[in-house]
């Protein structure tokens, strides 16, 4: 171990000679340093690349000096979203928040769900893309599949936003679509006005009380119904949206209420009307999945339930059960259209308000569950892309962090439970809580796993983005995907950036894992669900100032006992605080079906993260890194600039505390009670830490670093001056940069 002072100028300016020079310590120093020595652990690997420090706004983490908390994507400016524009007449910002409808600026907005065009329930389609080898526990609510052909991209009818605002001499209707390669081959239906249920034009399919219908095509809209005449069409690809509008001499809804329905369905060139779905396997040209109307998106749609838990009574194995729920917001839709009749979505647009510019946000939820959605830095094209496959069980393949996830565009949905309570003057906690494999981002609507975890302590956010798809594990782009989430909800809600945890089920197990052992300074503490580390089991010592609670079960045939038997074994060798329930002849889908997370939001609690402990363990693996989407791993609390593949522990005498004595793993038992399962009966095996040690401060860092050829060391967040003594030991030569000046270890 080498011991030297690596800087050029202490916190006064005074100038040392640094390089090769050995440091003059006091008796009291050297006694301090060793202590401390006697107390490092050795630790894992990352990759890094230092930026400078800046303050972020609304509540994201933020640092006096040194690297940002987690990657900088969390930190990246909303980018340029083209669908979230507005031209012409349009002014009125969006409300982002789905199933939501307002009045803004003289327009009237309606808020579509993202991805849940799924039309009517037919035939099953063998080739869904939302079929159960992909979506097992978040199947469709309708059965209709897209033409195979790529100008459709699995998604041309998928309706994002309806605006309504009078002119002076027309009513404007603009339309926002997911996806526009083709206008000639998408067509919506706008029907307006009260009166007896008439079938739609155009062989829509579906009937709603009417008086006159606008329906675009391509270049082309009509008025049909009580009155007759032409509307003009502007079609604008870059932003996807259609702008109608309908003169005044056609139609002039005056201040009047008009009761309105919109419908999107593909368009039959040929033939000059919607294109209805076939039974069974989509062609090149026609839909599957039918019979069913071709209308296959409608609204407005304002009291879609929310998923709902079976409970006990749900098939219990993760093998074979289907989940029968509709965890796109489809549900009524889907059931409506399969009796073709969309009476039930509709709202009435008064002109009045509109003319009188009345700002009336009454429609837009503000508690509970809530669907929003956001702009991405990422788009990979247009639709759902089924063949981006990230993970396969079958063939044990696992994209990592190349995956891109199958939702390829820049729009991207995610849910937020918000408590019915007043935030802390800080505001709100964030609570990330992870899907699982083969579900998406409404898995915990109305769910005890979403509410209890948000209710607890003064009220947390709980936030559970899309992750790209089913199946990313929460590498590459759905991991960035997670930070992209969290920082629009934090462009819309007061969080307090101090308290925040991590959870999931399942595959959000498995990201909770990797969230602890990627980004340790983001979090407070961990809930893993029947999870295990993964592809960061070789991480876990980076979990040094994170606990973990865990729970698993028995007869789990996914994450098996012996697997949760080696993650304990891991957790036990790391030296890190965990908690470890095992619930006796549960299987996967057991604790789901329960239902019941009260002791895991209790243990989560209101617990502050700490961004500069005295010792650090950090492992580093560029491989679990994807730099392209700006989630590289790099640097932890007061360490970074970090290269090689390897582990960094470091530890500083300027707090004047030694590590806590590890207390040995404990065993015990318990019930869970309170859930849909009467009583679950878990073993328990607990670790836990003594009280920090005391020791005299002083101006001295152990750095112990195996595989690690660079980090950069932040003085003050480590409470050290320039003139700081280093002791290193390093089985690689590795560059030390400290005040601004580095030096080599060998």
């Known amino acids: 171990m080498s011991t030297t002072r690596p800087c050029c100028t202490t916190d006064t300016g005074r100038k040392l000679t640094c390089d090769g020079e050995h440091s003059r310590v006091s008796h009291l120093s050297r006694v301090v340093v060793a202590s401390v020595a006697a107390l490092v652990l050795a630790a894992g690997s990352a990759q890094a690349v230092t930026t400078a420090p800046s303050r972020p706004a609304s509540g994201l983490p933020a640092v006096t000096s040194g690297h940002r908390p987690g990657p900088d994507v969390l930190y990246a400016a909303a980018p340029r979203a083209p669908q979230l ?110 009166g007896p249920s008439t079938g739609w034009p155009f062989g829509a399919g579906v009937s709603s009380p009417s008086k006159l219908f606008v329906t675009w095509h391509g270049g082309t809209a009509v008025v049909t119904g009580s009155v007759t005449g032409m509307a003009s069409a502007r079609v604008d690809t870059l932003r996807r949206q259609v702008e109608i509008r309908v003169p005044h001499s056609v139609w002039n809804p005056g201040t009047t209420k008009v009761r309105t329905t919109v419908g999107v369905g593909l368009w039959d060139v040929s033939a000059g009307r919607y294109l209805a779905p076939a039974p069974g396997a989509a062609t090149a040209t026609t839909p599957g999945g039918g019979p069913g109307t071709a209308i296959v998106n409608v609204g407005p749609r304002t009291a879609e339930p929310q998923p709902f838990i079976v409970g006990a009574t749900m098939a219990d194995t993760a ?88 939702l390829v565009g820049q729009l991207q949905p995610y849910s937020l439970y918000v408590p019915a309570k007043k935030p802390a003057a800080r505001g709100y906690g964030m609570t990330l809580l992870l899907h699982s494999l083969s579900a998406n981002y409404n898995q915990y609507a109305a769910t005890h796993n979403q509410s209890q975890l948000g209710d607890r302590g003064t009220g947390s956010l709980v936030l559970t983005p899309a992750g790209r798809g089913p199946d990313g594990f929460y590498a590459g782009t759905p991991e960035a995907d997670t930070f992209e989430a969290w920082a629009d909800v934090a462009r819309h809600y007061r969080l307090d950036p101090s308290w925040t945890t991590v959870s999931g089920y399942s595959m959000g197990g498995f990201g909770t894992f990797r969230m602890l052992a990627r980004w340790p300074d983001l979090f407070s503490r961990g809930f893993s669900v029947v999870g295990a580390p993964g592809s960061v089991a070789d991480q876990l010592a980076s979990l040094r100032n994170t606990p973990l609670l865990s729970w698993n079960s028995t007869e789990d ?30 299987d996967h889908l057991t604790l789901a079906a329960n239902d019941q997370y009260a002791p895991g939001a209790a243990w989560l609690g209101q617990d ?139």
């Not at 907005?109 to 065009?117: A, G, N, S, V």
């Not at 045939?557 to 619930?583: K, P, Q, W």
């Not at 005391?694 to 101006?699: I, T």
């Open 319 to 406: 093998a074979g059960a289907a989940a029968t729920t509709a965890f796109w917001r489809d549900r009524s839709q889907s059931m409506q259209l399969t009796r073709g009749d969309v009476t039930p979505f509709a709202s009435e647009v008064d002109f009045g308000k509109l003319r009188r510019r009345v700002h009336d946000d009454s429609g837009v939820p503000v508690t509970g569950p809530i669907d929003r959605l956001f702009a991405s830095h990422y788009s990979y094209g247009q639709g759902v892309d089924a063949t981006r496959v990230c993970f396969d069980l079958a063939s044990s393949f696992a994209a990592g962090a190349a995956c891109k996830g199958s």
């Open 608 to 746: 502050t993260v700490d961004r500069n402990p005295f010792h650090v363990t950090f492992v580093v693996d560029p491989s679990e890194d994807a730099k392209a989407a700006t989630v590289v791993a790099d640097h932890a609390y007061w360490l970074s600039g970090l290269r090689g593949h390897g582990t960094v522990d470091a530890v500083s005498t300027g707090f004047g505390h030694g590590d806590a004595v590890l207390n040995p793993v404990a065993d015990g038992a318990g019930v869970l009670t309170g859930g849909e399962i009467p009583a679950l009966a878990y073993a328990a095996e607990l670790r836990t830490w003594g009280p920090l040690r005391s020791l005299p401060k002083s101006n001295s860092l152990l750095l112990k670093a195996n595989g690690i050829t660079a980090v950069t060391i932040d003085a003050a967040r480590a409470r050290l001056t320039c003139d700081a003594v280093f002791w290193v030991r390093t089985n690689v030569p590795m560059k030390v940069t400290f005040c601004g000046k580095t030096r080599t270890y060998r």
């Open 557 to 586: 045939e996914l994450v098996n006992i012996s697997t949760t038997r080696a993650t304990v074994d891991s957790l036990t060798a790391a030296g890190v605080r965990f908690e470890e329930h095992l619930h006796l002849t549960a």
């Open 85 to 194: 524009e507005n031209t012409g007449p349009w002014r009125a910002a969006p409300i982002l928040t789905s199933g939501a409808t307002s009045y803004r600026d003289g327009e009237w907005l309606y808020q579509d769900y993202l991805f849940d065009d799924h039309g009517a329930t037919g035939a099953p389609d063998p080739n869904s893309p939302y079929g159960a080898s992909t979506h097992l526990y978040s199947p469709a609510g309708g059965s209709y599949t897209y033409p195979t052909d790529k100008r459709y991209a699995n998604n041309a009818a998928d309706l994002v936003e309806l605006r309504v605002k009078p002119l002076a001499d027309a009513t404007a209707f603009r339309l926002t679509l997911n996806t526009l390669i083709d206008p000639a081959r998408t067509g919506a239906t706008i029907a307006l006005g009260d």
